[in-house]
């Protein structure tokens, strides 16, 4: 039974920090395509960064791109979302997501497991 667990959330003023990590389990993730997405208040969930396991392939969305940055670490079986330069506008809950397919997609219907979620708000 595949498990996403994210964690790294929590509040943050404008210009902070934060990483938030989504540890996998349940099988080999060696041909999946893992995903962070966000939620606000209100809002669909929209696509954010994701990343292809193997070959560690990145794509980001324009609304995100040059501050966040999403890394996976083999050993741990854990993917990362580094986030610096945050702003108010990127207050929501974000998820981890995992789809088994090889394409990259930014349509959250694509991925079949996701994380419970964490959130992130940025003060300003």
């Known amino acids: 039974q595949v498990q996403l667990v994210e964690s790294g959330g929590g509040l943050v003023q404008a210009g902070g920090s934060l990483r938030l990590s989504c540890a996998a389990s349940?099988?080999?993730?060696?041909?999946?395509?893992m995903g962070w997405f966000r939620q606000a208040p209100g809002k669909e969930r929209e696509f954010v960064a994701a990343i292809r396991w193997s070959g560690g392939s990145t794509f980001y969305a324009d609304s995100v791109k040059g501050r966040f940055t999403i890394s996976r670490d083999y050993a741990k079986n854990t993917v990362y979302l580094q986030m610096n330069s945050l702003q108010p506008e990127d207050t929501a809950v974000y998820y981890c997501?995992?789809?088994?397919?090889?394409?990259?997609?930014?349509?959250?219907?694509?991925?079949?497991?996701w994380g419970q979620g964490t959130q992130v708000t940025v003060s300003s």
């Open positions: 349940g099988r080999t993730f060696s041909s999946y395509v």
């Open positions: 997501a995992a789809d088994p397919s090889s394409f990259v997609s930014v349509v959250p219907g694509s991925y079949e497991y």
